[in-house]
């Protein structure tokens, strides 16, 4: 699903639920989850940040998602679900990066991308806030840092448009940030939530 998505000149929010949940053994983004004292299906704790900060997010899903977009819509409740865009991607078995491509092609007349993963759920409002204003403030690629370590989500200005539309494999854009790391505006600071991503049920003690 291509089309203009974000309003024209706005930073769109893209959030990537496509993948096969394979290392994990089920479908880890229905798995329930307790934090702060609510429990809710893990992407659903993922996405709650990301619609505090944006008024519309798209969230690129596996074909046939029915089930899933079901277990969040209930999970959110009808107003913010109404908030986001499902986006079904027929290449997702390629890869993240064919994942990113459809969300981008989602969006093409945004001023920039704001990319994160929906096995995420410990990653802050503020962290989204602050990655978002630097790409408004003129970033051409925007990161979170975790001592040191480079965490989501990602923002990429305009600039990166076609690379991003090509991109293949199940590397997203890391080569492409390893390459322009001069471009990067770096967001220090940040708590481990940005580098917390759940690939197997052992990865959730790290909540």
């Not at 410990?122 to 480079?150: F, M, N």
């Not at 989501?152 to 990166?160: D, E, I, N, Q």
Request: charged content about 15%; hydrophobic content about 50%; proline content about 5%.
């Amino acid at each position: 699903m291509h089309g203009s998505g974000a309003i024209p000149g706005a930073i769109a929010a893209i959030v990537l639920a496509a993948g096969s949940s394979t290392r994990f053994g089920a479908n880890k983004l229905l798995h329930p989850l307790t934090l702060h004292g609510v429990t809710l299906p893990l992407a659903a704790h993922s996405l709650l940040p990301w619609l505090e900060i944006f008024s519309h997010i798209t969230v690129v899903v596996r074909p046939q998602p029915a089930v899933f977009c079901k277990a969040m819509e209930t999970a959110l409740g009808a107003d913010k679900a109404a908030a986001i865009r499902w986006v079904e991607c027929a290449t997702a078995t390629q890869g993240m990066a064919a994942s990113l491509a459809c969300g981008v092609g989602a969006n093409l007349n945004a001023a920039g991308w704001l990319i994160g993963l929906a096995d995420m759920p410990a990653i802050s409002s503020a962290v989204i806030g602050d990655v978002r204003k630097a790409l408004l403030q003129g970033g051409k690629l925007a990161v979170p840092y975790y001592e040191g370590q480079r965490g989501h989500p990602v923002g990429f200005a305009a600039h990166y448009r076609d690379e991003l539309l090509t991109l293949t494999g199940d590397q997203g854009a890391r080569n492409l940030l390893q390459r322009d790391s001069a471009n990067v505006a770096r967001i220090d600071g940040c708590n481990k939530g940005i580098v917390v991503d759940i690939d197997q049920p052992g990865d959730l003690l790290a909540l």
